[in-house]
């Protein structure tokens, strides 16, 4: 059972990455091709991980390599998929969490290579994450809807105090500032989150968030001071750390984590 698991989670994989390369391009899935030429791939290297091991890294067509991203999404999501059945191998729990690590992984690997989340995945995302709480007692039916309406509207909030805040700077300076902090995109992806972290779970994930992704670009400030290239309205990459928020929440790190620190 635990090679089947497996399994499972390294072919969710394969299907992350043929979203990854297809759906900021097309808006829609496309067969296995490459992504700089638009060729068939030989179903060698339809998986990361097989092209790796079988040599068949390189585009038969343009020469471009298979990117380092697709064998890590294959054996995060296997190593993942074991994981979640290792820790409860109920049928529910089991399959809630290989859905909800698929749908984060693939909204972060499009976040970092394209700067974009999709309304594409997470409209649907918004969708399957509702419909997995008929598979699962918590969170309850208002807790879920309470969820995602807080983590949609916080940030809409927080969406139209950036722009506000872009604007007076740019007026201040007398430039126009086009990088807000926040994009449209954040604004649903909080919204799928809160439907996935429920009530009062959203208010955690996101905080872990807007933490998380504060301590990495305070880091980042610094190295760039450091090599002397700091610009101070430096967008940061919100997408994932809010992600890394809510799988912190909803897999029980968090609150195994704020157990440990205040018992
Ligand atoms: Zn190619």
């Known amino acids: ?20 390369d297809s759906l900021p391009h097309y808006r829609r899935p496309k067969g296995f091709h490459c992504p700089a030429c638009s060729a068939k791939k030989t179903p060698l290297a339809w998986s990361g991980v097989i092209s790796f091991l079988t040599g068949n890294r390189e585009c038969a067509y343009c020469g471009k390599l298979q990117e380092w991203r697709a064998p890590l999404v ?5 190593v993942g998929g074991y994981l979640i059945y ?18 984060y992984l693939l909204i972060i690997v499009i976040d970092i290579e ?18 997995l709480r008929f598979l699962n007692p918590e969170p309850e039916f208002t807790e879920t809807i309470v969820g995602g309406v807080v983590g949609f509207f916080s940030f809409l909030l927080l969406y139209f105090l950036g722009q506000l805040f872009a604007m007076v700077m740019g007026r201040l300076r007398g430039t126009q500032i086009d990088e807000v902090a926040f994009g449209f995109g954040d604004v649903t992806l909080a919204g799928v989150i809160g439907l996935t972290a429920g009530w009062p779970g959203v208010i955690v994930a996101l905080i872990l968030g807007i933490f998380l992704a504060g301590i990495f670009s305070f880091l980042f400030i610094i190295a760039r001071m450091l090599v002397r290239r700091y610009s101070p309205f430096m967008p940061i990459p919100y997408g994932p750390f809010l992600v890394i928020g809510c799988l912190m929440v909803y897999f029980g790190v968090a609150k195994s984590l704020a157990m440990l620190l205040a018992p």
Do not use: C, D, K, Q
């Not at 390294?10 to 979203?19: S, T």
């Not at 294959?74 to 296997?78: D, G, Q």
């Open 86 to 103: 290792r820790a409860n191998p109920s049928y529910a729990v089991f399959i809630s969490g290989l859905v909800i690590l698929f749908i």
């Open 1 to 20: 059972m635990s090679i089947l698991v497996t399994f499972l989670g390294f072919i969710l994989g394969v299907v992350i990455n043929l979203l990854a």
């Open 74 to 78: 294959e054996i995060t999501l296997a």
């Open 114 to 131: 394209h700067r974009l989340i999709l309304h594409i995945v997470s409209g649907p995302s918004a969708l399957v994450v509702f419909l």
